[in-house]
């Protein structure tokens, strides 16, 4: 006995979950390849290695149609992953341990997507790789990285979900996309209200590639021309008020009053001393810094700081700021500071004679010249001044490649070469001081501003490292520096305009050329707004942002409830919206030709449902020929708007004004 | 593990089930699935996604990684708008019975019908079908109709009655999936299963062999009538139809002779189910054979006549005969 034969065109598919086909596989390999590509540089040679092999195994698996290996090939196959990872690394926890476990759980797992939950884990581990890229690297480009690679890892995601075949894969990322833009206000708004609860729980991997940049800490005259070569911002400056004239922004950095003769380094005895900060005077200037991260304890500030509000920092004895904690994140923080404020006034005595200390051994005709020059003078600022005097008027050069010098590098600078850089100026003028009998020091820190008109803020690179010398005059300190004599431009306008003179242009490649100029520092502008609101937000500018509504001092709770409300008025709207623009909708094309049928019925009577327009159009002529050629031009519309596929807008509105437009008077 | 879910879900399903049914009532053979009957829950692997989520949380606070939380909250956005697009996936959705066919015990039987997308945007993989076994359809633009067969074993005769039927959707990530109960209250026809053949009746019967070919009457023509559905083609009178447009059957005498009396009380077993299949198989040859054709049965008489109608007539009496008492007793 035969079945019905009139069976009905069912597609005959069933739902038993399917395996991988190619093109999910295919959508799996390339996230993972996206997703771990970040970490291929940091992990063990070996671990690409692996992972790729793995998917390779898979591919042709795929391919060959080999059967999947069986768990007593892929247990003992993770177990090894797992033991060559603690081999290499000694711990599973770590960044790069834990980018390599990644990779390999992922070409592991991809190894057995029976499936969907089998390939959707793949997905997810793709989600966790581009999240631990944020760990190692925040600049913007891994900002793009991550978008770029949350769109392609979704798409896999509605991809591998499917049952049956693939869809195209611009389609899945427009679906994808879509889905990533619908949440964006979502993300927005949990990003900004999201209470952040100051970490670390447990403690920070260490971030090994990140490699201390900007001032070392000593100086050894020399040192700095490598520094001046750099690029690399160093910090952003905002004023509250009129910037100070370029000349006088010293930024203080590390403080030097060690010289064993040859390098200056800061001293280490200066714990628990604080400095009185109170004793300056003068107009303060208000400014905030975004400092970034060179893995050192020293924050920068204008000479001389009052106020300051980075976390756990202090003023130690040598008028410097000192973070308790080194800073290896980009940290934002306002100070306020005097400028020619003349720092502590009443120091230590004993700390002020360390000052005077000349090295034991070296450097024993500059020693010479500095005691005669004091003798020939009567007051202390007198020798000073004939000190700069010396300078300004010997012919010194500035230049960035100073000839090396030997074992007295004071005395061949001074008397032979006479070619440096500001290191080697403020460590000759130092011990010349030191020499005079006067308590001196060194103060490296950078020197200068470059104005970002786009983003209306000052940078401040690493090429602006300067230092400088200050000298206990008068109950005080006073700043001289000795490298002004030598080349004022490069104080007064910075360090390009000094080197442009002598053709030795470094610091920004684009100087110069005045479009390539504004697009870099539109590029810093950019840039410095993904620091400011993405890098450095914190608790501070959700309070910033919450007393914007008029919220003055949020708490967690304030927070947490601001968030709950938002979010949910979100959602509500959002399925709002939804409703509102998926209702199904009448065709208005439709609407109108029945209301056109129901004007006409007056003429004689109602189309039958079965009558077409052409059918019900004769009728209608033929008891009305004086409507005739109206009513043909009606239908004629109607038929070729509905029957020929023709989608004319210009057409479709003059249908609809025509049909309200019908008024035909009872027959 | 899996089976404590499984109890649970068996435990918990069965009692949603009901209170669905009771929220919802019958559907009517044309149902809009109207987004208050659409339930939502997350997959495992929504479930293993919001465990990811949430480390990737725990992971950007401790290490106070902006970054971190700008990904972690984008994807909690994409989970949640997920929610969204999988639920409006389903969300007015139409479902018409399109009928279906009586079958025989033993086969199964298909219920035709259409889904159908009135929305101004398209749906996507949307699974048709038994609670435990769907189909898929994969795309339903927008005004787009499609079929959708429940195909349905039919293991006994008598009445089959649709059963719950479900539509659901895990459109677009696999994170969450959509559905709906569909009870409407449709039931098909189910014909005994035809014994394999049947043997020959008697001779105390008044007829001949209902297997029997021959008929001593068809040469003599007696007349002409209107087509009936099931008229065998060479009966057509052609000549008539080419010429009229009508088409007409030529009759036969055939006298008492051609004309079958398939009888309950002739089959040889006592067995009731044996008896009806034995009875289905003479309706069947009797019908092919292409004579006029009764059935007997205790307590009432169908025919004699043929054609597609009778036939349904006579094997639907033999697929429900006592089938409310044989329920009972089983």
């Not at chain 1, 890229?133 to 509605?158: D, K, N, P």
């Not at chain 1, 803020?457 to 206990?472: G, L, M, N, P, T």
């Not at chain 2, 639920?87 to 025989?104: I, M």
């Not at chain 2, 049965?297 to 089938?323: M, S, V």
């Amino acid at each position: 006995m035969s079945r019905p034969d009139n069976r009905p065109a069912t597609r005959e598919r069933r739902l038993e979950a399917p395996g991988t086909s190619g093109g999910q596989l295919a959508w799996l390999v390339a996230s993972i390849l996206l997703a771990g590509a970040p970490h291929l540089l940091h992990v063990h040679p070996w671990v690409p290695v692996v992972v790729g092999a793995l998917l390779v195994w898979r591919i042709m698996a795929a391919l060959k149609r080999w059967s999947l290996p069986s768990a007593w090939i892929r247990i003992p196959l993770t177990l090894l992953g797992f033991l060559g990872v603690l081999f290499s690394y000694r711990q599973l926890s770590g960044l790069s341990a834990g980018s390599a476990l990644l990779l390999i759980m992922a070409a592991m797992k991809l190894l057995e997507t029976r499936g969907h939950r089998d390939r959707a884990i793949v997905i997810f581990i793709c989600y966790f790789l581009l999240f631990s890229t944020f760990l190692r690297e925040q600049a913007i480009w891994s900002g793009a990285y991550l978008c770029i690679g949350v769109l392609v890892t979704t798409a896999a995601l509605i991809e591998i979900s499917r049952y049956g075949p693939v869809i195209p894969a611009p389609t899945a990322m427009a679906q994808a996309s879509r889905l990533v833009l619908r949440s964006l206000p979502i993300a927005v708004l949990l990003f900004l209200l999201f209470p952040r609860i100051p970490g670390p729980f447990w403690s920070l991997p260490h971030a090994g590639s990140q490699a201390a940049t900007g001032l070392s800490g000593e100086l050894n005259p020399g040192d700095i021309s490598e520094l001046a070569l750099s690029d690399e911002v160093a910090f952003r400056v905002r004023f509250d008020a009129a910037p100070p004239v370029a000349s006088a922004l010293y930024w203080r950095g590390p403080v030097m009053e060690e010289f064993d003769g040859r390098k200056w380094t800061q001293r280490q005895t200066w714990q628990g001393a604080t400095a009185d900060r109170r004793q300056a005077t003068g107009p303060a200037i208000g400014y905030e810094i975004t400092l970034e991260p060179h893995g050192q304890r020293w924050l920068l500030a204008l000479e001389m700081p009052q106020t300051w509000d980075a976390p756990s920092a202090r003023l130690g004895a040598t008028g410097q700021l000192l973070s308790e904690m080194p800073v290896v994140r980009r940290l934002a923080y306002h100070g306020t500071s005097i400028l020619g404020g003349r720092g502590n006034q009443d120091a230590d005595p004993a700390l002020l004679d360390r000052d005077r200390l000349l090295p034991a051994i070296g450097n024993p005709r500059s020693i010479a010249f500095g005691r005669r020059l004091r003798d020939s003078v009567t007051s202390d600022a007198g020798y000073l001044q004939k000190l700069l005097q010396f300078f300004a008027g010997e012919r010194f050069y500035y230049t960035l490649r100073p000839p090396s010098l030997g074992t007295n590098p004071i005395d061949e600078f001074l008397f032979e070469t006479r070619r440096g850089f500001c290191g080697h100026y403020a460590s000759a003028f130092t011990l010349l001081a030191r020499a005079g009998g006067l308590p001196a020091r060194v103060v490296t820190g950078y020197q200068g501003a470059e104005w970002n008109p786009l983003g209306r803020y000052w940078i401040v690179r690493q090429s602006d490292a300067h230092a400088w010398a200050e000298v206990w005059i008068d109950g005080h300190w006073a700043r001289y520096d000795p490298t002004a004599m030598v080349a004022p431009d490069r104080i007064e306008y910075g360090f390009d305009a000094a080197m442009e003179r002598r053709n030795e242009t470094v610091g920004n490649p684009f100087a110069g050329n005045r479009l390539l100029m504004r697009v870099a520092m539109g590029w810093d502008a950019v840039n410095t707004g993904w620091n400011r609101w993405v890098l450095s937000f914190g608790p501070q500018t959700q309070s910033t942002l919450m007393g914007f509504m008029g919220i003055r001092h949020p708490s967690i709770e304030h927070l947490i409830v601001t968030m709950a409300v938002s979010i949910t008025g979100l959602l509500i709207l959002i399925g709002l919206l939804q409703r509102y623009r998926t209702r199904p909708r009448p065709d208005r094309l439709i609407a109108a030709y029945n209301r056109l049928c129901q004007r006409s019925a007056r003429i004689v009577r109602c189309r039958q449902p079965a009558e077409g327009p052409q059918e019900y159009l004769l009728m209608l002529c033929e008891q009305r020929p004086d409507l005739a050629d109206e009513l043909r031009a009606l239908f004629d519309m109607y038929v070729e708007l509905r029957y020929d596929g023709i989608d004319d807008k210009r057409l479709r509105r003059r249908f609809l004004a025509a049909v309200r437009a019908f008024r035909p008077a009872a027959a | 593990m899996n089976a404590i879910a499984q109890r649970l879900n068996e435990t918990f399903g069965r009692k949603a089930r009901d209170w669905a049914r009771r929220r919802q009532g019958i559907d009517p053979r044309s149902s809009r699935l109207e987004s208050r009957r659409i339930y939502i829950l997350p997959t495992r692997a929504g479930i293993i996604y919001a465990v990811v989520v949430f480390t990737m949380l725990l992971g950007s606070m401790n290490y106070n990684n902006n970054t971190g939380f700008a990904l972690t909250f984008l994807l909690t956005g994409i989970g949640i708008i997920s929610i969204y697009h999988c639920h409006r996936n389903l969300a007015d959705v139409y479902l018409h019975f399109a009928g279906s066919q009586p079958v025989f015990a033993g086969e199964s039987a298909v219920f035709d019908f259409i889904i159908e997308n009135r929305s101004p945007y398209a749906r996507a993989q949307l699974r048709f079908g038994h609670e435990t076994r769907q189909e898929i359809c994969d795309v339903l633009a927008p005004g787009e109709r499609q079929r959708a067969g429940v195909r349905i074993d039919a293991t006994r005769r008598g009445r089959l009655n649709l059963p719950r039927l479900l539509l659901a959707t895990r459109y677009p990530l696999g994170l969450f999936r959509a559905w709906t109960w569909i009870n409407m209250d449709i039931a098909e026809v189910v014909y005994p299963q035809p014994a394999r053949s049947a043997p020959f009746y008697t001779a105390h019967h008044n007829g001949i062999a209902a297997t029997g070919k021959r008929s001593p009457g068809d040469d003599d023509f007696s007349g002409l009538r209107t087509y009936r559905a099931g008229d065998p083609p060479k009966r057509i009178a052609w000549k008539i139809l080419a010429r009229t447009g009508d088409t007409l059957i030529s009759e036969y005498f055939g006298g008492s002779d051609d004309l079958v009396w398939i009888d309950w009380c002739d089959e040889p077993t006592r067995d009731l189910e044996k008896r009806l299949s034995l009875l289905t198989r003479r309706v069947l040859d009797a019908e092919a054979a292409g004579g006029a054709w009764g059935l007997r049965l205790p307590g009432q008489t169908i025919g004699p006549d043929h054609g597609a109608t009778h036939r349904h007539r006579c094997l639907q009496a033999l697929a429900l005969y006592d089938a409310d008492n044989r329920r009972n007793d089983s």
